[in-house]
C-alpha cells in the first residue's frame, strides 16, 4: 500500500514562529502536493511539487514556502505563523501525468496561538 | 482551471437507506477520483475511476466522461459512511493536468443517524 507520513498530526505554535510541516511518501512518486482545508472553503492548494527541487504555486501559496530536496520527502514552511494560518494541512503524492492515484497522509491540525 | 461541483451538499439519511451523490465537471478529464474523509480529517481513496462503473462492496462509482459527470452510490447505508465525500478530478490539455494537479469539488457531508 502507499504510505503517505506526516510528521505531526497536531502541532500548536504562537505568532511569529517558523513551522516545518514534513511529508514523506515511499512509493516513488513525481508529484508531491500541499492543501490547506477550512470550514465551508474545501481543500485549497498551496503549493505542488512535479520533480526534485521544483515547485509550483497554487492557490493559496502566501505566507508559505516549500522545499523538495529529495524526491519521497516535500516540506511545507510556515516562515512566520499568524494566526489565519490555523488550518488542517494535508499532503499528498501521486505518479507524474495526468493519470494515476493521488494518496494522502493523515493530516496535520495546526493552531497558531 | 476546472470548475467541479458536487450536489447535494448536506445529506442526511437513516440507517440503511441508499444515497447518490453527484459530481459535475466543467472539462474533459484524464482522472477522476472519489474520497471520503472521516471524522479525524484523513482522506480516504473510495475510486479512482475516469470513466465506466467499479463497485467496492456497498459502494459502487459511474463517471460518464462524455456528459461530464460522476456518481457515486452508497446503498444499505450505516453510521461509519457518515463524513464528506470530495469528487476531484485532473482535466486533459491543461498544463495543470500534466503536471498532475487535482481540482476539487466542495464536498457532500453526510450525515447517517442510527
Known amino acids: 500500500d502507499v504510505k503517505v507520513t506526516q510528521s505531526s498530526r497536531y502541532l500548536v505554535k504562537r505568532t511569529g514562529e517558523k513551522v516545518f510541516l514534513e511529508c514523506v511518501q515511499d512509493?516513488?512518486?513525481?508529484?508531491m502536493f500541499w492543501y490547506r482545508q477550512d470550514p465551508g472553503l474545501g481543500l485549497r492548494l498551496i503549493y505542488f511539487?512535479?520533480?526534485?527541487?521544483?515547485?509550483e504555486k497554487g492557490d493559496i501559496p502566501e505566507g508559505y514556502s516549500v522545499s523538495r530536496e529529495k524526491k519521497e520527502r516535500f516540506s511545507l514552511i510556515l516562515e512566520s505563523a499568524s494566526t489565519n494560518q490555523t488550518s488542517m494541512y494535508l499532503c499528498?503524492?501521486?505518479?507524474?501525468?495526468?493519470?494515476?492515484?493521488?494518496?494522502f497522509g493523515e493530516g496535520s491540525r495546526l493552531t497558531v496561538l | 482551471g476546472i470548475q467541479v461541483e458536487q450536489s447535494p451538499p448536506d445529506l442526511i439519511l437513516q440507517e440503511g437507506a441508499n444515497s447518490t451523490l453527484r459530481c459535475n465537471f466543467s472539462?474533459?478529464?484524464?482522472?477522476l477520483q472519489w474520497f471520503h474523509q472521516n471524522p479525524w480529517g484523513q482522506l480516504i481513496n473510495l475510486f479512482y475511476?475516469?470513466?465506466g462503473t467499479k463497485q467496492n462492496g456497498r459502494l459502487s462509482a459511474t463517471t460518464v466522461a462524455t456528459e461530464r459527470y460522476s456518481l457515486l452510490y452508497i446503498s444499505s447505508s450505516q453510521t461509519t459512511d457518515s463524513g464528506v465525500y470530495f469528487c476531484?478530478?485532473?482535466?486533459?490539455?491543461?498544463?495543470?493536468?500534466?503536471?498532475?494537479?487535482?481540482?476539487f469539488g466542495r464536498g457532500t457531508q453526510l450525515t447517517v443517524w442510527p
Open positions: 499528498a503524492s501521486r505518479s507524474s501525468g495526468s493519470a494515476g492515484e493521488l494518496f
Open positions: 512509493m516513488d512518486h513525481e508529484n
Open positions: 511539487s512535479y520533480d526534485v527541487k521544483m515547485k
Open positions: 472539462d474533459s478529464v484524464n482522472n
Open positions: 475511476i475516469p470513466s
Open positions: 476531484a478530478v485532473v482535466g486533459k490539455g491543461a498544463r495543470g493536468s500534466t503536471l498532475g494537479r487535482l481540482y
